[in-house]
């Protein structure tokens, strides 16, 4: 049977199904949804013009699959949407097979929502930070890592020799296979003069980098968004000065960078039981807590905040 590709879905032809039908023209419906389509399967549409009265038929001058402009609609079946016109014309869309065994690399922009999936399913090497160029993969064929890049080994080719079966996806395949989805980030916006503020007290390498980001938008007194690694990336350069401007415009900012805290002493053990936030949102801003214990933050006698971890239930196995 045939087959094409549209928009992530793929179409069959069954021709055993056609059955003569029209739709009322609609250039979107068809330029979007029926077009490409009918394309993808090699049928043509002829002698079709821009105009509202006309009708589009899968079924012209008695000719089963001759897609063209018709003016009355008798002996056919009347279509209201563009998946009853295909699937009339025996056109229909079905289930990619998701692959069982795959793997996909990691990249700049998928790096972050990778590595939280990775998170979650992994035993071995949990704690790792995943690096633009690595793998994961659905299963790795001697640990429980779901990542390929072990001493900086990180070549697709040597992963396929321990992989054999394994099939490269896109990040569309990856969520709908994991149920992963995009991150949800925190973008900030600012009125032209509150920019001009922050570049008047700018350092003059910053006020050169804002200006070229920020004149247009200045000068035409629109507003600005900016994303929240821009923002963090401003915060985290600014003086005391700038600071206070910063608490003006987008409040106060609370958290702390633990990378800066020189001689800071942490219980790590083997399984890295407690560590800074080295990925992700938290990045050098929070502690890691392994999933190995419940934790729990109580006072003691002296009123001392103290951070409890307690084994987990694991409850009886027959």
């Known amino acids: 049977m045939k087959t094409t590709k549209h928009k992530g879905i793929t179409y069959q032809l069954d021709e055993s199904k056609f059955k003569p039908a029209y739709i009322k023209y609609d250039k979107k419906m068809f330029e979007e949804e029926i077009h490409p389509v009918l394309v993808g399967l090699g049928f043509e549409v002829a002698n079709l013009e821009q105009r509202v009265r006309f009708l589009l038929t899968n079924y012209f001058a008695l000719n089963p699959f001759k897609f063209s402009k018709c003016f009355h609609p008798c002996r056919r079946t009347e279509c209201h949407t ?41 035993s071995y090497y949990k704690n790792a930070t995943l690096k633009s160029g690595w793998f994961v993969l659905s299963k790795h064929y001697i640990d429980t890592s779901h990542v390929w890049a072990f001493n900086g080994i990180c070549s697709e080719k040597e992963l396929l020799k321990k992989h054999p079966n394994h ?8 969520r709908k296979i994991t149920g992963s989805a995009p991150k949800q980030k925190m973008n900030y916006k600012i009125t032209a003069e509150q920019a001009q503020s922050i570049i008047n007290i700018a350092c003059e390498n910053w006020k050169k980098k804002l200006a070229e980001k920020w004149a247009n938008n200045i000068v035409l007194n629109k507003e600005i968004e900016i994303s929240e690694e821009f923002y963090k990336e401003m915060r985290k350069a600014c003086t005391e000065p700038q600071n206070k401007l910063f608490d003006k415009i987008f409040g106060e900012d609370g958290s702390v960078d633990l990378s800066e805290i020189y001689g800071l ?35 003691d006698s002296q009123e001392k905040l103290c951070l409890i971890p307690t084994k987990k239930n694991r409850g009886c196995h027959n």
């Open 82 to 122: 563009a998946q009853e016109f295909l699937e009339a014309s025996g056109i229909f869309a079905v289930v990619d097979e998701l692959p069982k065994d795959w793997y996909i690399e990691v990249t700049d922009d998928n790096l972050e929502e990778l590595d939280a999936w990775r998170k979650r399913v992994a």
């Open 167 to 174: 099939k490269k996806i896109d990040l569309e395949t990856f």
């Open 265 to 299: 002493k942490l219980l790590v053990m083997s399984d890295n039981t407690l560590s800074i936030r080295d990925s992700g949102e938290y990045y050098n801003t929070a502690f890691y807590l392994t999933d190995n214990f419940n934790w729990e933050l109580k006072r």
